[in-house]
């Protein structure tokens, strides 16, 4: 069974600019989460995806936005970056609520 | 107060010695627990599961939950050097949907 895919593993973008993420979560699973990680501030939960809602909401501006298709595949956008959204950005997948979240590989973003 | 607390580490114990961790959870009424393993550069990797009090084993880990203390432990038996990795505490609440808060994350190094 193929696990939780991240595209791309790698950016770098320019202040200002605008950034999307894509995430396929496991096979038959429908929740999608997102979460930001770095040494700061360790993992900070984004949002929830579940059969294309949005479910929950963390703590972060309205720069940061997400959405999640009827295959379950979800992306997040990143408006405006400014150097301080520079992060590991992690993608998890889970079966139905309150159950194991597997995370995916991650797309390392830059920015410049 | 933060929601979920870990020492830091680094945590330093011999090959073959039992590494203990340790977290511990503001919110009395969260529900499931979680344990993941982060290596250097990698996403984290989820190790241990635990939804109800007391000890689950799964090969040389076990996890141990205590509710009534809220506080919740990653025993690590035989202790190899590929175990050296930071461990991540995570827990999710009732009605939080699959929002995990994390803890910081305990630095575990084993020496041989």
């Known amino acids: 069974k193929a696990g939780v895919t991240q595209t791309p593993r790698y950016l770098i973008k320019t202040r200002g600019q605008q950034v999307t993420l894509s995430c396929s979560p496991i096979s038959g699973h429908r929740s999608v989460s997102w979460y930001q990680q770095t040494p700061g501030q360790g993992l900070q939960f984004l949002f929830e995806?579940?059969?294309?809602?949005?479910?929950n909401k963390g703590n972060f501006p309205g720069r940061f936005s997400g959405r999640q298709f009827s295959n379950s595949r979800s992306e997040m956008n990143v408006s405006t970056l400014e150097l301080g959204d520079s992060a590991l950005y992690l993608c998890?997948?889970?079966?139905?609520?309150?159950?194991?979240?597997?995370f995916g590989q991650g797309t390392r973003l830059t920015v410049v | 107060q933060k929601e979920v607390e870990q020492n830091s580490g680094p945590l330093s114990v011999p090959e073959g010695a039992i590494a203990s961790l340790n977290c511990t959870y503001s919110?009395?009424?969260?529900?499931?627990f979680f344990w993941y393993r982060q290596y250097s550069g990698k996403s984290p990797e989820l190790i241990m599961s635990i939804y109800s009090n007391g000890d689950k084993e799964d090969g040389r880990f076990t996890a141990q939950l205590n509710k009534a203390s809220q506080y919740v432990s990653l025993l690590i038996r035989d202790s190899q050097p590929s175990d050296s990795a930071t461990y991540l505490c995570a827990v999710n609440r009732p009605g939080g949907y699959n929002k995990l808060i994390f803890g910081a994350g305990t630095r575990l190094a084993v020496h041989p």
């Open positions: 919110d009395r009424v969260s529900q499931s």
């Open positions: 995806y579940f059969s294309e809602t949005q479910r």
């Open positions: 998890a997948s889970s079966l139905r609520q309150n159950t194991e979240a597997f």
